[in-house]
């Protein structure tokens, strides 16, 4: 008897959350004005939106993971429910398998942090084609697929600049993961904004050919700073490095996410991501039925990346002339790939006045005067 | 002189980047010595930076750290030896097992503490020193006397672990009970106790490594901290042929390994780094094929090594 009234309450209540959902799916307007009715009670929104993460690392790495997880945390504030995987491997089956798990939590709306899921993620979207995606840092799209990124570049050029205005030495140290056009872009801008304050630094390059491994990290920075550099900039995703130079004394500045706690008596700023300006202007393009597939790479002016708060330690003068850049990137007056731009043997790669279109920032594959290193094959 | 200091902060962080391989592997010699293969060093490592870096953070004493990281090291031993020694269970299978486990573990315990960092007190206490006069001697001056006493440990512990093994009463018995269980058996040494006792010093020591580098090394908490050192251990036990004392040479060399590369690519010379991560495991297999080949008896593997140990069955 029991049962039979459990069953009849479940069934029931699967009826009604069915009929809420056609609700809300057929008419648009009623569900907009409902959304709006429950956001103001701070409430979940009135949606069938339910989003999904697919991520490279654990969502408190302290790094870049936890830079997305930020995002995630934003969308959920909105009032969507969402889901994530963590810690997934870079493999194809590894990537349907998290994406297959968090389309049968109920995700219609997912996203894949890491360059290597993109085959998997181009694999799922062909087969659920009802499932929205967007992948990131990668090139491949379909209808129901999209690609984003961050200018982050913009934000290494104002660290170029704390970073070139600290420097005795001249000389300051890069820590970089792989060859790869996003690190070289990375060093680029990095190098560009150091010589816009200080025309005598260089940037010296180690590349470590791993993106994730704490001990590595430190080493390639160590023997930078046996070289003799007194600033440490790093594309890694630990903070090894800055723990390497907070030991040696000198500065660093981060990458990813604000982490002033790690070194405290050497950290400048951060290069960071602001994941949240991303996915809840995607999501909320998903709950009013405007989502198309699209293209997404936006920097400091959509505030899609940002130079940390400066510390104490920057030296003085710096935030004037971080703003002064920043001001000019975002009003489109300043870019930092115009000509004339040099490569590393002097010869004119840009004309002067010439601005790099996207295109050939995305793909650059070649490092600017100033940097000291060579690109591995 | 420049050229010599450079030479000399070269093998600092050589030494440094040795340290926690070091310990894993005279902490997988002592285990194997006693017929037992564990590939579970990767998990004990974890295990012990976990636990040494929680400890660290809520103690702020330098010594509770180091030995809650041993007893974690222990307490994965533990289960190892459980199930290889009294249950004689698979020990190739046991070790993967309880490397997972055990880096399942420190991602779990990790979750708790991540974010902060070393205190100031524990730091300090493994701050590098200069040891006065000596640290001034050209070339390996700094390597050795100017550092943190957890890398001098390592070297000191690798030291004594020598003597024990050759030229101590247990050492014997524990040499005995790895090349022939049931010899000693029979000569009335007590299998179990050596095997569990060895099995467990052994796990101690690879804690103590992993916790070198969450700290000392590094002093913040990053998952998965040794990326792979424990099974580069494992690798270089054979290439040290069971020998502590030349297991000290095979850490720093794969210290300085790494360094190498980017010192090289600093005077504009490419290596594929490819190359370099698989140079510990190709000198493995030279050394594996040289002492089979030459079969000179101290350079060879315990014999009983990898077989369970049954009483009853001769």
């Known amino acids: 008897m ?12 699967c009826l009604f959350t069915g009929c809420s959902n056609n609700g809300t799916s057929s008419s648009d307007s009623s569900s907009a004005d409902n959304s709006t009715a429950s956001g103001e009670n701070s409430t979940a929104v009135d949606t069938d939106v339910k989003v999904g993460f697919v991520y490279i690392g654990k969502i408190d790495d302290g790094g870049y993971t936890q830079a997305h997880d930020a995002g995630r945390l934003a969308v959920e504030a909105m009032g969507v429910e969402t889901a994530y995987v963590e810690d997934v491997a870079e493999t194809v089956s590894d990537t349907c398998e998290a994406i297959r798990t968090l389309i049968d939590e109920g995700c219609n709306l997912i996203y894949t942090n890491s360059f290597g899921f993109m085959e998997g993620t181009v ?20 209808d129901n697929m999209s690609t984003y990124f961050g200018k982050v570049y913009q934000a290494r050029y104002l660290a170029g600049i704390v970073a070139g205005m600290k420097t005795e030495a001249n000389r300051i140290g890069y820590v970089a993961a792989k060859g790869i056009p996003e690190v070289i872009r990375g060093i680029n801008a990095f190098t ?17 050919d791993t993106w994730y491994d704490p001990a590595v990290e430190k080493q390639a920075a160590l023997e930078l700073l046996n070289k003799g550099v007194d600033v440490i900039a790093q594309h890694q995703d630990t903070t090894a490095p800055q723990v390497a130079a907070q030991e040696k004394g000198a500065y660093c500045i981060g990458y990813n996410f604000p982490t002033a706690d790690a070194a405290p008596d050497a950290y400048l700023t951060a290069a960071c991501f602001r994941w949240a300006t991303f996915y809840t202007d995607d999501v909320q393009r998903a709950i009013d039925g405007t989502w198309s597939s699209r293209a997404y790479w936006e920097g400091l002016a959509a505030n899609m990346t940002y130079l940390d708060e400066l510390s104490d330690l920057c030296a003085e003068g710096t935030q004037e002339k971080v703003d002064a850049a920043r001001n000019a990137i975002i009003d489109g007056s300043l870019e930092p790939f115009t000509g004339p731009l040099y490569d590393q043997d002097g010869n004119l790669k840009v004309e002067d006045g010439v601005r790099m279109t996207d295109d050939e920032i995305w793909n650059m594959s070649w490092f600017v005067k100033g940097v000291v290193g060579t690109i591995p094959a | 002189m420049d050229i010599l200091n450079e030479i000399s902060l070269f093998l600092q ?20 010595k006693v017929g037992n293969t564990n590939l579970g060093v990767e998990g004990m490592m974890l295990m012990g930076a976990a636990m040494g870096f929680t400890v660290a953070c809520s103690t702020g004493n330098p010594v509770l750290a180091v030995l809650a990281a041993g007893a974690a090291g222990l307490a994965g031993a533990l289960i190892y030896a459980f199930i290889t020694v009294t249950l004689r269970g698979n020990q190739v299978v046991t070790g993967l097992v309880l490397t997972i486990f055990g880096t399942g573990f420190a991602g779990f315990i990790g ?18 020193y200069d040891i006065p006069i000596l640290c001034d001697i050209p070339i390996i001056g700094k390597a050795l006397f100017s550092q943190s006493i957890y890398v001098q440990m390592a070297l000191v512990v690798a030291i004594l672990a020598y003597f024990y093994i050759n030229k101590t009463k247990m050492g014997l018995y524990m040499r005995a009970v790895g090349e022939n269980p049931a010899a000693a058996d029979a000569s009335g040494v007590n299998v179990t106790f050596y095997k569990y006792f060895n099995i ?16 000392v090394f590094l002093t913040t908490w990053q998952d998965n901290v040794t990326a792979g050192a424990g099974w580069i251990a494992v690798a270089l036990i054979i290439f040290s042929t069971w020998n502590p004392l030349k297991a000290i040479l095979a850490a720093y060399l794969f210290g300085m390994l790494k360094g190498l590369n980017f010192k090289m690519q600093g005077w504009g010379i490419q290596v594929p780094s490819q190359f370099l991560e698989m140079l510990p495991y190709v000198a493995t297999i030279v050394v594996l094929v040289f002492i089979t080949l030459r079969k000179k008896k101290e350079n060879q593997p315990p014999k009983a090594l990898g077989d369970p140990y049954f009483r009853e069955e001769r």
């Open chain 2, 111 to 128: 979750k708790s503490v991540s974010g902060n960092i070393v205190p100031e007190s524990v730091v300090s206490a493994f701050r590098p």
């Open chain 1, 192 to 208: 560009l904004g150091v010589q816009s304050v200080n025309p005598d630094a260089t940037v010296e390059v180690v590349f470590t």
């Open chain 1, 2 to 13: 029991k049962k039979k009234l459990l069953a009849a309450l479940l069934a029931a209540a």
């Open chain 2, 200 to 215: 467990l010093l052994g796990g101690f020591l690879c804690g103590v490594g992993g916790a070198y580098l969450s700290i």
């Open chain 2, 13 to 32: 962080t050589s030494v440094q980047m040795g340290t926690h391989i070091l310990f894993a592997i005279v902490g997988g010699i002592i285990c194997e």
């Open chain 1, 123 to 142: 694999e799922m979207a062909k087969e659920y084609p009802d499932v929205k995606f967007a992948h990131c840092s990668g090139y491949m799209r379909e």
